[in-house]
């Protein structure tokens, strides 16, 4: 079965750090680009940070640039996203998406092949 899994959300409190994970099962990720979005209560998803198959490209959306982090290990078929000086804004289901095509600032859903079910991230005091 061809899967994305994510771990590591959870509750921190605002200025804290999390990092998550998105691990690929039945198949290889380092012929995909990934990207990580995120979805609060009442919101649409959004695109949060993108990585290339290669690590070449990367991008930020403005929202979490200087703050979050993403990075990958094709050894380990897996891609992180560290999560600084967190903000209550943050509070979000994060799941990760694998597509062929890196895209950099352009999060179109529909180009996201597998996705991943989702990790609650909650920032509060």
Known sequence: QLRLVESGGGLVQPGGS????????????????VAWFRQAPGKEREGVSCISSSSKNIHYASSVKGRFTISRDNVKNTVYLQMNSLKPEDTAVYYCAASPYYRGGNYNINEYWYWGQGTQVTVSS
Do not use: N
């Open 18 to 33: 999390l990092r998550i994970s998105c691990a690929a099962s039945g198949f290889t990720l380092d012929r995909y680009a």
